[in-house]
């Protein structure tokens, strides 16, 4: 139809579906297909929600694709911190700090999910403030163990 943003939206659901159904090559050629496409629409906020699934999805299904994913997030940050904050870019943090964990770095996994429950709360977000402070408080448990 010519619509390069519908197709590219359409393209991050389907990334999605894949995913949930454990087709996890399909899931990667989707959302590669999908960035391809924001690239050429002037949309940053699909952009960044485009690769926050991606790198949310690539953490949950291929933990060693670890590094790609804190890449993906880490572009979707900078393209959600150029507006004012949201609960995109609440998860967007939430998810970059545990790609910082699956790396072994937990100083600045914490202060992901530190800065994502501040952006979290200020934004109302009751759900991703509880997914950021149960990931500090494991991680405060984990280390008094």
Same mark, same amino acid.
């Given at each position: 139809?010519?619509?390069?943003? %519908?197709?590219?939206?359409?393209?991050?659901?389907? @990334? /999605? @579906?894949?995913?949930?159904? =454990?087709?996890?090559? *399909?899931?990667?050629?989707?959302?590669?297909? $999908?960035?391809?496409?924001?690239?050429?629409?002037?949309?940053?906020?699909?952009?960044?929600?485009?690769?926050?699934?991606? %790198?949310?999805? #690539?953490?949950?299904?291929?933990?060693?694709?670890?590094?790609?994913?804190?890449?993906?997030?880490?572009?979707?940050?900078?393209? +959600?911190?150029?507006?004012?904050?949201?609960?995109?870019?609440?998860?967007?943090?939430?998810?970059? =700090?545990?790609?910082?964990? $699956? /790396? %072994?770095?937990?100083? *600045?996994?914490?202060?992901?999910?530190? *800065?994502?429950?501040? @952006?979290?709360?200020? @934004?109302?977000?009751?759900? %991703? #403030?509880?997914?950021?402070?149960?990931? /500090?408080?494991?991680?405060?448990?984990? +280390?008094?163990?």
């Amino acid at each position: 139809m010519g619509d390069a943003r %519908g197709y590219a939206a359409a393209l991050t659901n389907l @990334v /999605l @579906v894949h995913a949930a159904l =454990g087709e996890h090559l *399909d899931a990667a050629q989707a959302w590669r297909a $999908a960035l391809r496409e924001y690239e050429s629409v002037n949309d940053p906020t699909s952009r960044a929600t485009a690769l926050l699934n991606a %790198g949310a999805t #690539l953490l949950s299904s291929t933990p060693g694709q670890a590094r790609t994913a804190y890449e993906l997030l880490a572009e979707s940050r900078r393209l +959600r911190e150029e507006t004012r904050p949201t609960a995109g870019l609440a998860r967007t943090l939430l998810y970059l =700090g545990d790609a910082c964990a $699956a /790396l %072994g770095d937990q100083a *600045d996994a914490r202060r992901h999910w530190a *800065d994502a429950a501040a @952006v979290a709360e200020e @934004v109302a977000d009751a759900q %991703g #403030l509880a997914a950021a402070d149960a990931r /500090l408080e494991d991680d405060a448990d984990t +280390r008094v163990t």
